[in-house]
């Protein structure tokens, strides 16, 4: 018989009360640490589970920013929760509170707190719109739930990914399931998911009803001189919670390690969420709305950058535990507005350039039924929507060939997917675990009539043709997407567990993937998310890419999941139908090459292996706790036709940290160390860079409500490149586009300071 859970609270108790987390939402970890085992409920014949010792959530009940309080108050029980760790692969990783905490002062960009993860990439761009890549594949291939909402990008270069609209002092937990994922989390993506929420509402305990708090928050960054500043308030009874956030953040063109500006690195954001919170006996119900205005973000690695986004989201969920199961239900509404431009390091003015903009929005669903079956079995069901409409236009400039008509880039494409699921997670002994999933998505598309420019000028005369094609076709498309899951997890020892994982994931392609119809040379310069300014061309014929992902992991620790642990994932991806691209020509454009490509299914393939690791060195009262962690990263991709490289494939990649706490005092040095790129995408062009490592120093310090931060990042003040930081065209253009593109230089030393008050 398997024995009975129990847990103690002897951390929590020794918390203050106004920062102690919701009894439900507990964990047990090491400050600092990125590796984080969850307290969960279970029925009272489950013995603990060292199953997953990553868990989906890191401190969620603790501040934005380090500043937020949160209630004791505990949620409602949720009988029917078994055990939580079973869906989540072992390979998953967390954001403990102490990197999050430092991830904040540092940047403005969310996606980089995920840098530091097993199996973690970043495609930068502009200042807050890094796009991550999870073992090799990118972007749409990601599904990334906030606050577990999508949002779909609104601009044909991608420059509003959906991490862009929250900011990093209103992250409270941020998690990665970088490969094999339940399909209850992802559908319509091939390469992961990523789940990043805001902190939950904080309730009062009876002796302190109503409560009060509030924060603020200010950094510095020295290096494009970028500020931010970022505040909470908020007040609540047992019952009812309401909250808000708000941030501002700005910086200028930042200089890389040789002291040259680099052009097109400048940015201004501002971001607001208001939370309502209500809980009853069993259920708990929360709706949160908020803004995004960014006025300007520039991009280094594209021909254009983004002059004003402004969007606005409703987001509302009510969970309720039945008795004999438990419901979760979740509607969503998202419009975005976004406006596409040259900014003064490209040339541009307040009355011509060349303006592309775009509306979409954004309704969604989820319903999710989690039903045990007996002590060892819960079935979980449910069903999700989306439903985007697109409208992507490029008002015309003058009386040259950009008039005199809109050009019509996407006219009310739509893209509706409804989607079910089933999951079985089954424990069959204590040691042994698996879980099984299946889910069917339906894509439907479509998009109304295109016009170029102009019917009639003979500049226009590709584009017409293409129009006239594109508009007697039969638009609307449909996909019928199956995905599988199938996870086997044995815990041999109380120091060792193994888990084999297989899946197959589908993802039919995005409007723009599907839609873009232009076949001239400057409206094909207008497609593309990539950093390689290349020209890129729909295909209404594509169709969705499968994807065949096996992975085995194994994670050694001591008993006491405390000093040390390892863990090593081997992994290999076969993609049908890889929505690649082919070259369909080239032309020379100043000193440089640019390739003409067209979206079209290639098979592909993507091998590696992720390794990481913890150990605490020494713990005593009087020099604290000194630790270590590490990860290393290693992977190729490749299409099968040609042996070539797929883009963007991260080379060998390793970043140490040695940590140091005592008392209110955490630090850390770190060394990031990456190999030279020489396997690149020779259809797009893509460059090669030379390997590099890179020092950084950080420490901060708490005592009572305040919260001090001071870094160095890029210590030695290195010139070096990321390896997928693409190609630097707004210092191409502004040096007259002489000799070849290069790649965009990565910022130069850079001084952080910070601080921290909470009310």
Known sequence: MPRPIRWSDQRDAAMPPSRRPPAALRFACDPGTNFVRPKTQTHSARRPSGLGLMTLASAAALAAGGARAQAPTPLP???????????????????????????????????RLLGTLPGVALQTGGAVSSLPVLRGLADDRVRILTDGMTAASACANHMNPPLSY?????????TVLPGVTPVSLGGDSIGGTILVDTPPPAFATEAESPRWDASVSTFYRSNGDSITTAGTVGAATQRVSLGYAGSWAQGHDYVDG???????????TANHQGTLGVQGENSLFVLKGGVQIMPYQGFPNQRMDLKGNHSSYVNGSYTRDLGWGKVDLRLWWQDVRHYMNFLAD??????????MKTHGTTLGYRVKLDLPVGERHLLRVGSDLEALRLKDWWPPVGTGMMSPNTYLNINNGTRTRLGVFGEWEARWTDAWSTLLGARIDTVWMDTGTVQPYSWTSMMSAADIAAAKVFNAQNRARTDVNLDLTALTRYEATETLTGEFGYARKTRSPNLYERYAWGAGNMAQSMIGWFGDVNYYRGNIDLKPEVAHTVSVSAVWHDAAKESWEARITPYYTYVDDFIGVTRVGSLAQGGTTIAKLQFANRDAQIYGVDVSGRAVLWRGQDYGTVGVQGVIGWLQGNYIDSGKSLYHMMPLNAQAALTHQLGGWTSRAELRLVAPK??????????????????????????????LDFAIENLLNQQYYEPLGGVDYADWRATGRVGELGSVPAPGRTFIAGVTFRL
């Open 678 to 707: 020489a396997l690149v995408d020779g259809d797009r062009y893509e460059p090669s860079t030379p390997g590099f490592a890179v020092m950084n120093l950080r420490t901060s310090y708490e005592w009572r409500n305040v919260r």
């Open 258 to 268: 040789n002291g040259n500006k680099v052009l097109s690195t400048n940015y201004q």
């Open 346 to 355: 490209k040339g541009g003015d307040a009355t011509g350039g060349m303006p």
């Open 77 to 111: 029980a949720v009988r029917v929760q078994a055990d939580a760790e079973l869906s989540r692969p072992v390979d998953a990783s967390s954001l403990g509170e102490a990197a999050l905490a430092n991830g904040r002062a540092a940047t403005s960009d969310t996606a």
């Open 166 to 174: 929250v900011d990093p002092t209103n992250v409270g937990r941020a």
